[in-house]
């Protein structure tokens, strides 16, 4: 095999194999590295895309890096299916066969203490919306169904009317948003007697992620193959319990969050 070897994951020896039609980064087909108790997840890449420095500012390129991360993901996907994969970072290239495996000779304690911890279990994914108001987008008290305009100077009843519909929009405000953590706290107790593991990650941004409400729960959880139905099932039966409330499930993942790896 010639060109540098772009490393997808580390693996147990796997004897299922991986679907024929299958291809990775480059548009080349990922082939089994072993190495001791080890299997690295490789493929051939050209030293013109993944040299360091054609790399670097390939990693500008936000198509070109979508691109490949799509491609990384498919073969991560598939060895999902197969066997519980430690994926490393996107873009871990190394020179030849022999890096490679020095790479794995190296860290071999550490990934097989990981890989023995992973085996058998797999990510999931959950997320909580609270839907945005019909005012959503919009300072309180200047648009939509509710919205009034403010009184006119010197209609002091007026007045007091606007400022009790504030108190009131504000008040409600407030209780919608209680509802949604205490909804989101319930269900990420309950879903993680499921799970072995569970990760917090910071609330998304709905300006970059493009998803409409505010993220209330964005958590992981580490969940056992033969767990992971009930675990689905779970989701499904409380996602409608609280209204105005969205609740997303992805998965089942290699276990990212989990890895322990800063690969």
């Not at 691109?67 to 290239?93: E, G, M």
């Not at 959950?126 to 009034?148: H, L």
Request: net charge negative; hydrophobic share 35%; with cysteine.
């Amino acid at each position: 095999m010639s060109g540098l070897r772009y490393v997808y994951a580390v693996c147990r020896p796997f004897g299922t194999p991986l679907p024929a039609q299958l291809t990775g980064v480059a548009g080349v087909p990922p082939k089994q590295l072993a190495h001791g108790e080890l299997v690295a997840v490789v493929g051939q890449v050209p030293e013109e895309d993944f040299a360091e420095e054609p790399l670097r500012a390939h990693l500008e390129d936000l198509d070109w890096l979508g691109a490949t991360a799509r491609a990384h993901q498919n073969v991560i996907d598939a060895l999902t299916v197969v066997t519980s994969p430690l994926p490393l970072r996107l873009a871990t290239v190394f020179l030849d066969d022999s890096g490679v495996r020095t790479m794995l000779q190296e860290r071999e304690e550490t990934f097989v203490r990981t890989l023995d911890r992973l085996d058998g279990r797999v990510e999931w994914g959950v997320k909580v919306y609270a839907e945005p108001p019909e005012t959503a987008g919009q300072p309180e008290g200047s648009g939509g169904a509710d919205a009034r305009p403010a009184p006119a100077a010197g209609t002091a009843g007026s007045g007091r009317d606007y400022l009790r519909r504030r108190r009131n929009q504000r008040k409600e405000s407030e209780e919608r948003w209680q509802r949604a953590e205490r909804f989101a706290s319930r269900l990420h107790a309950s879903l993680s007697g499921y799970a072995e593991d569970t990760r917090m990650h910071a609330p998304q941004n709905s300006a970059l992620s493009g998803a409409s409400g505010r993220n209330i729960l964005n958590a992981a959880y580490l969940v056992p193959r033969t767990g992971s139905e009930a675990f689905v099932e779970l989701v499904d039966r409380t996602k409608d319990d609280e209204p105005g409330l969205r609740v997303e499930l992805t998965g089942p993942w290699a276990a990212y969050s989990f890895s322990g790896e800063d690969t």
